[in-house]
């Protein structure tokens, strides 16, 4: 982890600190890991269980918390009816929490966390799988613009653009194909995080690309689920008013292409 408790304030790692966990709090000595070769570190003592949740820090992680406050890294999320609790990567002043996916995941652990968690949105490391962006870049050309709303597409496949633990999500989910050290600067397409929204339009899967700033922008504003919700349903209701729909494929009129 990146903070632990020193006398009581979240600190991060320097050499020959001890600090408590964060998650376990008590009788956990943890000792700060500041070596040449992982980034700098809280690792417990021994192989204590601590939250089965969290994943292994990258470059990637800290360099996406470190946009955010240090107030909401690694914050504490607990639900009051059961008395789980977990590390959120991220959980802002308002209650969003942001959980930062380097490494495969189960569907159904993606399912927990978001019952767990509710008002939260996923950001994947894009670029983990060689074919990850590649697949992303050939399922892009099969996209339909919506006319309507710059920028948003929907997809009668999504599983061409996007890895399958992903796609029935029901939050967004933000994938990040640029990375730490971008791989190829002039590819715009890795320039915006592209989200897949939760449930579908009339059929459709409905894929925007927002700019890393906005992302940041909406995280501290708590609109993403707001957003994506209303955005789902003015337009099913304009696809609705149509006829639109995936089972007659993509639509060829105004309001899109
Ligand atoms: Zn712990």
Same mark, same amino acid.
């Given at each position: 982890?990146? &903070?632990?408790?020193?006398? %009581?304030?979240? @600190? ?6 001890? %600090?408590?966990?964060? +998650? ?14 992982? *980034? ?18 990258? =470059? ?6 470190? $946009? ?13 009816? @059961? ?5 959120? #990567?991220?959980?802002?002043?308002? %209650?969003?929490?942001? =959980?930062? !996916?380097?490494?495969?995941? !189960? ?9 767990? +968690? ?23 050309? =099969?996209?339909?613009?919506?006319? *309507? ?23 967004? *989910?933000?994938? #990040? &194909? ?6 190829? !600067?002039? #590819? ?15 059929? &459709? ?6 700019? $890393? ?7 501290? !504003?708590? @609109?993403?689920?707001? &957003?994506? $919700?209303?955005?789902?349903?003015? *337009?099913?209701?304009?696809? $609705? =008013? ?16």
């Amino acid at each position: 982890m990146k &903070f632990a408790l020193v006398n %009581g304030v979240k @600190t991060e790692a320097q050499p020959g600190l001890k %600090g408590i966990c964060l +998650y376990c709090e008590k009788d956990r000595d943890m000792i700060a890991k500041c070596g040449k070769v992982k *980034i700098w570190h809280w690792a417990h003592k021994s192989n204590v269980s601590c939250d089965p949740w969290w994943e292994n820090e990258r =470059e990637w992680h800290r360099a996406w918390k470190n $946009r955010f406050p240090v107030e909401w890294q690694e914050n504490r999320h607990v639900d009051s009816t @059961t008395g789980e609790k977990h590390i959120a #990567d991220i959980k802002t002043a308002a %209650g969003l929490v942001i =959980e930062f !996916q380097h490494s495969a995941i !189960q569907p159904a652990e993606v399912q927990s966390r978001e019952a767990f +968690y509710k008002n939260m949105v996923w950001v994947i490391d894009g670029t983990r799988l060689k074919g990850d962006f590649p697949s992303f870049c050939k399922g892009f050309r =099969e996209l339909s613009p919506l006319k *309507i709303m710059p920028g948003v597409f929907l997809s009668l496949s999504p599983n061409k653009c996007f890895p399958a633990s992903w796609l029935n999500s029901s939050v967004p *989910i933000y994938f #990040d &194909f640029q990375g730490v050290n971008p791989i190829n !600067q002039t #590819d715009r397409l890795r320039d915006p995080l592209w989200c897949l929204f939760p449930g579908r339009a009339e059929g &459709f899967a409905v894929v925007a690309g927002v700019p $890393r700033e906005d992302f940041i922008k909406f995280s501290a !504003q708590n @609109t993403h689920l707001l &957003f994506a $919700r209303e955005m789902l349903s003015n *337009i099913s209701q304009v696809f $609705r =008013e149509k006829g639109i729909s995936a089972s007659r494929g993509y639509p060829k009129v105004a309001p899109c292409r």
